[in-house]
């Protein structure tokens, strides 16, 4: 056997030895959960739940750190800069991870499939259509005879230029040849808030914001924006029902680390959250926010980024959507 050899199999020992060193010494201090918006939206609510949890599985403290802001990238690049150790995770979205490659080129000051590794694919979530009670329109049928007959009159609402709910929209009105107005808010909610006033007719939302005033009578929901009926509202038919084959509009979340975590790291990570998600009163949680359980291997973040990034980069740039 020849020294280069035995020097390759010895390196390769030690290698296996500290990333084994680095899991079982893993967590050694507070895990840090960075997310990308304010206290009290959906994604802050996934991050508690999970750390509390995490607090539990893990022997050391999860907190959760809300860095808001620049459509997730101060949250994210704080994250790329961190220790690539484990104590540091960013819990980040469809925007952050897919959409916004393709919204600021160049300008992104991350890159998501080389500054950060995935951890687990936690969650989805729905999107819906909703409209005004007013709008003459109980089907995606009648509500495209509705925008027809009135030629860019018809303006929808949005959670701000480039988010999911504007692309969305972006992406009926290409397959569908429509004209509609949109009108960008800062965020869902007051977007939600302007449709029920009749500022505007129409918007596809997040079904954890829309529903509730669905519900309460303030809005007509027409479809779920999905390939699939919403467990939770059976009765709601998709928007590919309607005729317009594989339309989907689900938004999710995902844990990911800085790159260079240790695999061993990696691993044990994925595997308590994934155990975490699967907890039957984190299911219970979950289902109340409207949110559907996902976990896996990392593998399936890294297939939904590359899959997504494609499908929204192709909206932003048929309908020539620009940020500032």
Known sequence: MTNALLSTMAATALLA??????AADFPSKAIKLVVPYAAGGSTDALARLVGEKLTQRLGQPAIVENKPGASEQIAI????????????????????LAVNPGLYGPRLPYDPMKDLVPI????????????H?????????????????????VSYASAGNGTPSHLGMEHYKKITGLAAVHVPYKGGAPALQELMGGQV??????????????KAGKLRAIAAATTQRIAAYPELPTVAESGLKDFDLTFWYAFMAPAGTPPAVL??????????????????????????????????????????????????????????
Request: proline content about 8%; overall charge neutral.
């Open 267 to 324: 691993a044990k990570l994925n595997q308590a959250i994934d155990a975490i998600l699967q907890e039957k009163d984190v299911r219970a949680r979950l289902a109340e926010m409207s949110l559907d359980v996902v976990g896996g291997p990392p593998a399936r973040v890294t297939d939904r980024i590359k899959a997504d990034a494609a499908k929204w980069k192709k909206v932003i740039d048929d309908a020539g959507i620009k940020v500032d």
């Open 120 to 131: 687990t694919l936690a969650a989805s979530v729905p999107s819906v259509v909703v409209v």
């Open 17 to 22: 030895c500290a990333l084994s060193t680095s």
């Open 77 to 96: 690049v704080s994250v790329t800069k961190a220790p690539p150790d484990g104590h540091t995770i960013l819990v980040s979205t469809l925007s952050g």
């Open 201 to 214: 007719q129409l918007m596809m939302a997040l079904a954890p914001e829309a529903m509730p005033l669905v």
């Open 133 to 153: 009670p007013q709008v003459p329109a109980k089907t995606m049928a009648e509500l495209a005879a509705f925008i027809k007959s009135k030629p860019d009159s």
